[in-house]
């Protein structure tokens, strides 16, 4: 990667320093693969800039291992959702995005579990 952040919108302050210099793509997957010092620079953005906390589900971990377990977003209000830009970056000196829908999925209520509203999971690991 030639830059060292991942910004959300496109002239926007909002910005994640990175440490990856490194990037694997593959398109046959529904997820990106990304360092965890890098995810948790983008959760600290997600959450100081948008109110959406994301973290591991402890019981994901156990049963998909530490790297494959999916962060689980609270906060993720349709309101908060809404704020969330698209997410920038350069590869090989190209700019590249990455649409909110691909990196934060809206999760829809649970009709067992009572009360419980707004998440979004993080489809990066």
């Given at each position: ?49 948008y109110g959406i906390s994301c973290s591991r589900d402890l019981s ?29 970056f350069k590869l090989g000196g190209q700019d590249f995005v990455m ?27």
């Amino acid at each position: 990667m030639n830059s060292d952040e991942i910004k959300f919108g496109k002239n926007s302050k909002n910005v994640a320093k990175i440490s990856s210099s490194n990037v694997i793509l593959d398109t046959g997957l529904s997820y990106a693969l990304i360092p965890s010092k890098d995810i948790k620079a983008m959760t600290d953005l997600l959450n100081s800039n948008y109110g959406i906390s994301c973290s591991r589900d402890l019981s994901d971990v156990k049963a998909n291992g530490a790297n494959l377990a999916f962060p689980r977003c609270k906060g993720c209000t349709s309101e908060n959702y809404k704020k969330v830009e698209d997410m920038y970056f350069k590869l090989g000196g190209q700019d590249f995005v990455m649409p909110k829908q691909s990196f934060l999925k809206e999760e829809k209520p649970n009709q067992f579990r009572t009360g419980e509203t707004g998440f979004c999971n993080l489809m990066l690991a």
